[in-house]
Nanobody, 118 residues
């Protein structure tokens, strides 16, 4: 089982980024996929989730209206589209799912760094 994120990098304030997470080793379409982020010095927090049937949930008030989560089951990929980025969005962003085959029933990607700075 593997989750591999990409798409992070340096963005200017007000800019946009689209993060991707490619899954392998399990039946992707059956599982809710989540994006977390960890801001330096803070606990990891849940940003967004997309259910197996495409329902979406958002959890960070400061990001609501600026972020969209989606999935492509054929490509086994989950996306996080972020807009109007601010320096406060600087964090490592992680892909996640819960499943019995994951260590402690949680699978994590390695993370992708997003830095918002002028």
């Amino acid at each position: 089982v593997q989750l591999v994120e990409s798409g992070g990098g340096l963005a200017q304030p007000g800019g946009s980024l689209r993060l991707s997470c490619v899954a392998s080793g399990f039946n992707f379409s059956d599982y809710t996929m989540r994006w977390y982020r960890q801001i330096p010095g803070k606990a990891r927090e849940l940003v967004a989730a997309v259910t197996s049937d495409g329902g979406t949930l958002y959890f960070v008030d400061s990001m609501k209206g600026r972020v969209a989560v989606s999935r492509d089951n054929a490509l086994k990929t989950v996306y996080l589209q972020m807009a109007s980025l601010t320096p406060e969005d600087t964090a490592v962003y992680y892909c996640h799912t819960k499943a019995t085959f994951c260590p402690s029933q949680e699978c994590w990607g390695q993370g992708t760094q997003v830095t918002v700075s002028s």
